[in-house]
């Protein structure tokens, strides 16, 4: 039986952030760009490929890259900027996170996870989308941060594993490129 292909794992046809316009409208679009990025670096993948732990003795995986985004934004937004209660969806609960931490995934584990950066996606763009980028919000032991804080932070996270899906995904199976 031939593996599943998740060729569905991008999140749109990717475009260049506007070259001008307002804040927001800047950083919500290199935001938007990093997140398609990390789905174009997963695109075309089965579950063992998405899994494959590429470069040892690191832990590191796509699929985990996916799940620690998933969580990556629902922290910062769901549950800093709009006060959600809802506990992460991969971070033990001794702080630490498992995002990275599976056995043996298979086509449903990898929907799944897809499925919940999606939606985490979708919770953090409607959320972003009317707040003030000057507005201050809790955020634990981070103490207070602004939402353009927040945005910018995003963007920082998705740049720097975005580094990494790249070289898992040249890794796997020698595909390179933006």
Not at 42 to 50: F, K, N, Q, T
Not at 61 to 78: I, T
Not at 89 to 115: K, Q
Request: aromatic share 8%; with cysteine; proline share 6%.
């Amino acid at each position: 039986m031939a593996a599943e292909i998740f060729a569905e794992t991008t999140v749109g046809p990717r475009t260049d952030p506007p070259p001008g316009g307002s804040e927001r409208e800047i950083l919500m679009g290199f935001l938007d760009y990093q997140r398609h990025t990390l789905g174009l670096k997963c695109a075309g993948l089965h579950a063992e490929a998405l899994a494959a732990r590429a470069v040892p003795p690191s832990g590191l995986s796509l699929l985990g890259l996916v799940r620690h985004l998933s969580d990556v934004e629902r922290f910062w937004v769901r549950s800093s900027l709009a006060g959600d209660p809802a506990p992460p969806l991969y971070w033990g609960a001794d702080g630490d996170d498992t995002d990275f931490d599976f056995t043996a995934p298979d086509a449903r584990m990898v929907a799944e996870s897809f499925a919940a950066w999606r939606d985490e996606m979708a919770f953090s763009d409607a959320a972003l989308g009317g707040e003030p980028l000057g507005r201050s919000v809790a955020a634990g032991r981070h103490g207070t941060v602004s939402v353009r804080w927040i945005l910018a932070h995003l963007i920082e996270e998705y740049s720097r594993h975005n580094g990494h899906a790249d070289l898992l995904r040249e890794c796997i199976d020698g595909q390179v490129g933006e």
